[in-house]
């Protein structure tokens, strides 16, 4: 397997760049990549038109890309509030939707006082916010279950779970969320506002108005999509980090459906990225060997990517390729090799697969250090 280096690339599998980009910004998702990973793809493979999938979309930064580059898109996120921030950036909005949405925006100082309640696995939200944010919260949450308009209604849920993070007392660390008593909260009804006007300004200013991507929650191990559907792929799954991000977007998930059950139930059907059981030794891909069996989430996780690069091959054209974004990690002191490895098991499944690394750093795993790189490995379906 080919392996070369472009440490250009390393700035764009960080969310840093979409920060400033309209419509992108919207909702932030730290583990994002910058569209420039979907603008690279598409230019190496000289895409200009066709089927893009995204079986692990996100916030949408694939969908979005391909939108406004003309492309028919297709995502799956196993998680609601990827699957509402990817449907909501990548809608269309006509003027008359853009006019209730400013109606809603002029009513929110009246807004009433709400009875909804809202609960949370980890703890209770009433911890994490100012009395009166968490109560604005849950004001603006009933207001919206009120809209009519679908479509509108989703827009302004997901202006609401974006603030979240702004008017809450916690941080988001890692894996975890941690209270921090000395952040300041901006208002509940301010920091909605804020989020909203700039929402209808990026519309009437930035929106390119072309074929909707169609973004639904799914498994990207058990793809509902016919095979050869895809021209191109361009993804990133969880990394191996024990990262629940139904724990990181817990709030989130559980004010969208007022439901403490919600973040469970999703997490059951997550990419096992973290904590898990024992897995038998023959479910434990080969390519990943002894540290797949004594190390459970290592074995479940290789195990599951293993499904989902058979489904990328099904769904893939002949002849297309498959641009995946990926770091390797360091688990219990043991150094894996992720990229290596999945090149490895795409290359047993038939596919040719290159490593293009594009960022080197060192982890401070004590008491070593060790060198963690991130790449892309890119995949092709060949007619053979
Ligand atoms: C690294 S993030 C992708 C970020 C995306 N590239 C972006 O720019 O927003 C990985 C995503 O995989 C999702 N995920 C986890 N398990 C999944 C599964 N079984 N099927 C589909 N998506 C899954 C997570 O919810 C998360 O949004």
Redesign the pocket.
Known sequence: MKLTTNLELGKYFTFELSKDLPIHNWFF?K???APQVVEYALTQEKITNGTLL?????????MLTAKNHNLRAIG????PV?VLASQVKCENYDKNEIDEIRKFLLSVPNLPESNYDWQFELFSPRAVFPKSNHNGLLSLRQAIANVENEKIKALLLLALVSIIPQVGIFIKDGGVLRIDKRKMAMPTKEAFRRKLKKMINDLETRAVNSEVPKVSQ????NLPLADNSADIIV?????LNNVD?TKVYGLELSLMFLDKSITKQVRG???RSFITSNLPPENVPPEVGDAGIKVPVIGNYFS?LEKSLMEIKRVLNTGGACYLVIGNSVVYGLQIFVDELIAEMAERLGMQSEIIVGAERVADVKPRRVNIRESIIVMRKSGL
């Open positions: 998702y583990e994002g990549f995204d079986p692990f979309c996100g916030c949408g930064t694939s799956f996120d196993i998680s990827a799914g498994d990207a191990r993804t990133s799954p969880p990394y991000y059907e997550s990419l599951d």
